[in-house]
C-alpha cells in the first residue's frame, strides 16, 4: 500500500468531510445502504459542482478484504438446500448480457454518435476498470468510456434502493440486534476472520480473480461460514467504515467533470442507465415463471451495478447475498471474457468503421 502525494491530503480531507456527515445523514433518514449511498451521493454531487475531493484509494487495500469477508458471512449451511434453484438464473444470464449490450451499443452509437469502439465499451454491462483499459488500448476514448461506466454503477445503486423503498417497500435491515460488536467475537472467530482476509487477498491474486480483494476473501469467508466454523460477520464499526470509504470513492469518481463540457456524455449516460434497468426487470421478471425468483431478487441479481455495491445492498435489504453475490461474480468473469472474445471477432469492424463526431 503506498500513501498518496502530500497534495491529495486536503482534497481527500475535504470528501472525508463531506462523505462521513453524507452517511450520518442518510442513516438518520432511514435510506437504504446509508452508510455506502451517503457518501456516495454527497461526494458525487459535490464533485460535480466543482469541489475538490479525491477519492481516498489508497485504503482501498484494506477497506475491500472487510466488505468481502462480511459478505462470505451471508453463506450458511441452509443454502446448500436450495442453491440448485440458482440454475435458471445463471443459464439466462449470457442471453441476459448480450441484449443489455446490444442495446446499450445501439443508444450509444446511433442516439449519442459515439464511435464503435468507444460505444462497444460503453456499453458493456460491467467490468469498469477492465472496459476502460481495453477501450483505451483499442481506440476508444477512455473519458466517455470511464464516465458511462460510473454513472451505470452510481444511478443502478441509487435507482434501486429508490424503488425497493418506495415501490416494493424493502427497506434496509435496522434494529439494534444487527449489531456485532467486537466483544461478539471469540478470539478464534477473530484469528479466522482475519485469516480468511488476509489469505484471501493472496488466493485472490493468485487465481487472479475478478474484484480480487474482495472475491478471494469472500470465497474463505463463505467456506468458513458454510461449514460452521465460524457464525458470525466481521465487527459492524469495521464494516461501516469499509462502507463509507467505498461510498466515498464512488462519488469521488466524479471530480474533474465538468457539467458544462460533459453534460451531453452524463445525459447519455444516465438514458443508457435507464434503458439497462429497463432489460433487467424484463429479465427479472421472466424469472418469477421460470425459476419462482421473486422480482426483488431477480433485480438484483441481474442489475448491472457493482459486484461490491449489489451484495452490500441485497445484504443490506435482507435478500439473499449469496444468490446476488454468486450472479454478479457470473456476470463481471462473463462480461470480462466475453467482451474479448467478441472484440477479437468483430473489432476489426469496428475499427475500419468512420468515427462520428458528436
Known amino acids: 500500500m503506498t500513501l498518496p502525494p502530500s497534495s491529495l491530503w486536503p482534497k481527500m480531507l475535504l470528501a472525508a468531510l463531506i462523505g462521513v456527515p453524507s452517511a450520518l445523514m442518510a442513516s438518520w433518514l432511514g435510506m437504504p445502504l446509508p452508510w455506502m449511498l451517503g457518501p456516495m451521493l454527497g461526494c458525487g454531487v459535490a464533485a460535480l459542482a466543482g469541489a475538490r475531493v479525491s477519492a481516498p484509494g489508497w485504503l482501498r487495500p484494506l477497506v475491500m478484504p472487510i466488505i468481502g469477508v462480511m459478505l462470505g458471512s451471508g453463506f450458511h449451511p441452509e443454502i446448500l438446500d ?3 434453484t440458482w440454475t435458471g438464473t445463471l443459464l439466462m ?3 441476459f448480457l448480450l441484449v443489455a449490450t446490444a442495446v446499450s451499443f445501439t443508444f450509444y452509437r446511433v442516439v449519442g454518435g459515439y464511435d464503435p469502439v468507444t460505444a462497444f465499451f460503453s456499453a458493456a454491462p460491467g467490468g469498469l ?3 476502460v483499459l481495453m477501450g483505451g488500448e483499442a481506440g476508444g476514448d477512455e473519458t466517455k468510456i470511464a464516465l458511462a461506466h460510473a454513472l451505470r454503477v452510481f444511478l443502478v445503486i441509487s435507482a434501486i434502493a429508490l ?4 415501490a416494493l417497500n424493502i427497506r ?3 434494529g439494534p440486534g444487527s449489531w456485532v460488536g467486537l466483544n461478539d467475537l471469540s478470539l478464534s472467530d477473530i484469528v479466522l476472520l ?7 487477498i493472496l488466493l485472490g491474486k493468485a487465481l487472479r480473480l475478478p474484484a480480487r480483494q474482495m472475491f478471494g476473501p469472500m470465497l ?3 467456506a468458513a461460514h458454510l461449514t460452521g466454523i ?3 460477520p466481521p465487527p459492524t464499526l469495521l464494516v461501516i467504515i469499509s462502507q463509507i470509504t467505498i461510498g466515498t470513492m464512488l462519488g469521488c469518481r466524479f471530480a474533474g467533470i465538468s457539467l458544462k463540457t460533459m453534460g451531453r456524455d452524463l445525459v447519455l449516460g444516465l438514458v443508457a442507465t435507464l434503458l439497462l434497468l429497463g432489460v433487467t426487470t424484463v429479465f427479472a421478471a421472466l424469472l418469477g415463471p421460470l425459476t419462482g425468483t421473486s422480482l426483488s431478487q431477480g433485480v438484483l441479481a441481474f442489475s448491472p451495478g457493482g459486484l461490491t455495491e449489489m451484495s452490500l445492498l441485497a445484504l443490506s435489504m435482507h435478500q439473499d447475498v449469496a444468490y446476488v453475490s454468486t450472479s454478479h461474480i457470473a456476470r463481471i468473469v462473463l462480461v470480462i471474457f466475453g467482451m474479448q472474445i467478441l472484440f477479437r471477432a468483430i473489432g476489426k469492424r469496428l475499427t475500419s468503421a468512420p468515427k462520428d463526431k458528436n
Open 230 to 232: 465460524v457464525t458470525v
Open 172 to 174: 434496509a435491515v435496522r
Open 194 to 200: 482475519t485469516a480468511c482476509a488476509i489469505l484471501g
Open 220 to 222: 474463505l469467508s463463505a
Open 129 to 131: 476498470n477492465d472496459m
Open 163 to 166: 424503488v425497493f423503498a418506495v
Open 93 to 95: 444470464l449470457p442471453l
Open 82 to 84: 436450495h442453491m440448485f
